[in-house]
């Protein structure tokens, strides 16, 4: 070929990729096939129990340099199949109750691919037209669910231009900045010749209002993206004061008011007081009402961290557990959580429809004054149509499927912690109040021996403890049928000790007794193993005096 | 059926959602088969020259309330096919040249669904497993596109777990928020007794730094993000001091220097220094060595916005255009843009790839310290496997095939930009540099008065020109047969007077000399309706004494 042909073959070459659609028996069109027909299967067959370690995995993905020549559609498709399909995490495995991932429901599949093929842009009308209205639509929804205004609220305010009644993230970390930074522009907006933070920033408002710092508080239990958060707003990260939690990992109302004082005599304000319904690790919900009380008190900002918990309140017989979260001025929610919509979707709800204008923003090109383009009033810029799934999931589902979701996961839950507290080896750390508990392998000799022991005892011992657990969770996580995740938490059981344990999230439908059983049952398998029989040794070593007094 | 009954209906009713595939006849298997085969062919019967106003559309959208009862499926998708799709906007069209959206390869749309279908969450290793290393890969790709550094850098850095060359983002504005926040954060890392602003916060850091106040420095063609960057980090939108340009919407070195004087006088540090490769306006790009001089001169972090022109850098025939943006500290680039990836996909790539320590976190759960966990070092938590689709459009595509896109959106950038300086009634703006371009309609006639007008009827026939072409890109854009952006500009051409323009984007490579001859010509048909020509005739009384005169 001379160069012009092959200039000319190239060209073609890539017209093609853009025209030609995949050939339903290419390598490619088999994959999507086998997947749109039975993802559990496929899965299963391609994913689970492939153990293989990172460093080996690594190897397929090292080299740096972008190839030169094109490659062929089925070509890649091999190495998807193999090297990455098979080396991924079967999240939607029922036995894969450690993370907040679950199964997804077969619709969301052929509706996604539409979503992907539609290629909208929500950031403005002008290339996303109805999908403008669905999302807002979406987030009316959402705020219906959370505040239940009247029936002359929506209409009003639901597609007004230049407001919304809260903002589609791609996540809940980018909610909770949302949140917390409309919160913030709200707290220290133009008075007198002060033309507002958003305007001025964080330097001039301080001096302006002659306060030393600003702050956020919230349970020792938040979740890690306030810390995030924080530090991006400006307020640094001592300013977020970790208060103290009761025995059931609830904000102590009591320690909540004491570390405001501290605050109030340091001169450092408050820009919100965070609730949390569901937290990360424990899946508990702060007093929400209580809350709502003290930050009317105190005239803050009340956000509630709803991520994980939100859906609860499509159920008649728990809703009441987020009882207060009416109260909040903004609400976080994830529809990659208990929405069960794929991966990237979070929202932030604002009580007052005029809240985010507090961050609102134009741009000559799009954004314009008066436009209905929901950019105005997001931190990101250009964002697919995902609203679009959750829009499905809420029609088709129906408000009465997510209350048997969320039933069955918090029934689920309590039968898990049946289970733990009747097996005598097993220690429940903390009760599931939603669908989240945690727990640790701790034999019935040993639980015995600590009750009895000294304080020093105990302490080495759980220092071993954690120890087992890390372990078993390791080896669980690497024999790949199972998988539960692990974090520390302070016990109040154990003086306030930090300890190492199992945690569980209860979501996926699909997961059966007899599942949940065969995770303990695993677990007390891999604690034979020669390594953390040493440990349960050393363990015992501890207790030795005892033993012998046992014996006498 | 009983209460009872009732309830296991339900149950089983769920199950099956999770369970049961989509039969291939169902509705939306029928969409979704038909989407499969024949994107283009499906979008353009159901969506193009749809003519519906939004309030009309937004009829379908106004219900808060969340159905109580399921949906079929089936039902829901004839909503979605009638509703949803036909309203949507077709971004993918080859006459669809006014936002940064095109066509994507058809290979996206199977990827993009096993993508879905793995539901991987990449903030962590034990939820993505083999993404991680992908996600790691592609940043280096990446890292080397732009910054080439020797074979010994990329084996030592691309995996090294608490390090990250790189985040990947939701989008562009994800992307600069995180660089200015890790600039932020360098800039007033700890020293002595102060903690670092991560830690103490701005307002601490101001006063133990002494200074005023923290600036961004950018030309006053700086993308939106900026303004929401420096809203949202606590500096305040004041202190975005946005640069004047030159003819050629490039920063004005001379006044980037006198405003950093400005700043030095009153006290007030910069943060970064920001050069544009490809503004979203125009598509210009700064002096990129000259500032790269000027930011080391000054001590200052330079951020070099790629969003739109950084894969410019696969053409070996144009990648001199960026000359200089190896020396930025760091780069963002959009996926979701020139790499062809569906939206939502974004990066930022850092030179030191110690760089994103200044926004190191960790959590309990995940996150932990020596883990791999690509979330530790991102503004978002839990993520989708995005990464997946320009790793394979990077593989599939290669850099050759990206090259010949490149070369042929700036190719067919200076053919339209020939073909409305030929055209007797339109006015180029700005000339292209990469591949966009902005043009307005002006007829002969009274380009020629304007050039002999006097500067107060030039200004009154600008104020009806931008009326004009406001309305002709309206007409357009709701007949549905093409589109074309927007925006406004100073013009140095008039004075620096503030034009409103047409603006045109190049990167589908479906889009025919044609397309774009019938993109004039319909602007040509347009401007006959009566509204324009009541219009143009008050521009002509404008000149009326100029024509008498040239009667005479």
């Known amino acids: ?170 996540g809940g970390t980018i909610a909770n900045i949302t949140a917390l930074w409309a919160a913030r522009n709200r707290l220290l907006g133009p008075s007198g010749d002060f033309k507002g933070i958003a305007q001025e920033g964080l330097f001039r408002a301080m001096q302006h209002l002659q306060c030393n710092g600003l702050a956020v508080l919230v349970s020792r239990r938040g979740h890690y993206s306030l810390g995030k958060a924080i530090d991006v707003l400006g307020l640094g990260r001592e300013n977020l004061i970790a208060v103290d939690t009761d025995e059931n990992n609830r904000i102590d109302m009591k320690q909540l008011r004491y570390q405001y004082a501290l605050l109030k005599e340091k001169g450092i304000r408050p820009i919100a007081l965070v609730g949390i319904a569901g937290t990360t690790e424990t899946g508990n919900v702060d007093p929400l009402n209580e809350m709502a009380d003290f930050a009317s008190e105190i005239g803050c900002h009340f956000h509630v961290d709803a991520a994980w918990g939100g859906p609860t309140l499509f159920s008649e017989k728990y809703r009441h557990l987020l009882s207060g979260i009416e109260r909040a001025d903004s609400v976080t929610i994830d529809a990659h959580k208990q929405l069960y919509v794929p991966m990237g979707a979070g929202m932030v709800l604002f009580k007052d429809p005029t809240a ?56 689920k839950a309590k039968m898990f912690a049946e289970k733990v507290n009747q097996h005598p080896d097993f220690e429940l750390i903390s009760e599931p109040e939603l669908n989240i508990l945690t727990y640790r392998y701790n034999p019935s000799w040993l639980q015995l021996a600590m009750s009895q022991g000294s304080a020093e005892q105990v302490s080495k011992a759980n220092q071993l403890l954690d120890q087992v657990t890390r372990l078993v969770q390791k080896h669980q996580r690497e024999a790949g049928k199972s998988f539960v995740s692990r974090t520390s938490l302070r016990a109040k059981a154990y003086c306030d000790e930090t300890l190492t344990v199992f945690r569980v999230v209860l979501a996926n439908p699909l997961t059966t007794d007899e599942i949940l059983s065969a995770v303990l049952e695993e677990q007390c398998a891999i604690v034979q193993g020669k390594e953390i029989q040493q440990l349960l040794q050393d363990v015992k070593n501890i207790f030795s005096d005892f033993e012998q007094r046992q014996a006498c």
């Open 1 to 170: 070929m001379t160069k012009k042909e092959m200039a000319q073959a190239n060209l073609e070459n890539l017209y093609r990729i853009f025209t030609v659609p995949e050939a339903p028996d290419s390598t490619l069109g088999q994959i999507d096939h086998a997947i749109t027909d039975n993802v559990t299967g496929f899965l299963q067959e391609h994913v689970v129990a492939l153990q293989r370690e990172m460093e080996e995995i690594e190897k397929d993905f090292t080299n740096p340099c972008i190839p030169e020549e094109p490659t062929f559609v089925s070509e890649y498709t091999e190495f998807v199949k193999d090297k990455l399909v098979a080396q991924s995490v079967h999240t939607a495995a029922p036995s894969f109750v450690g993370h907040m991932t679950s199964a997804l429901p077969y619709f969301m599949l052929p509706l996604s691919r539409i979503m992907i093929a539609l290629n909208q842009n929500v950031v403005k009308v002008e290339t996303s037209k109805a999908f403008t209205p669905m999302e807002r639509q979406v987030l009316a929804m959402l705020h219906r669910l959370i505040y239940n205004f009247d029936d002359n609220f929506y209409p009003e305010w639901i597609h007004k231009s230049q407001y919304a009644l809260g903002a589609f993230c791609s």
């Open 356 to 411: 985010l204008s507090a961050i609102e923003h134009h741009a000559a090109y799009i954004l314009r004054h008066g436009s209905k383009d929901l950019g105005s009033h997001t931190l990101e810029g250009s964002r697919p149509g995902k609203s679009m799934l959750v829009h499905a999931g809420l029609s088709i589902i129906g408000r009465k499927g997510y209350e048997l979701l969320i039933d069955m996961g918090i029934e």
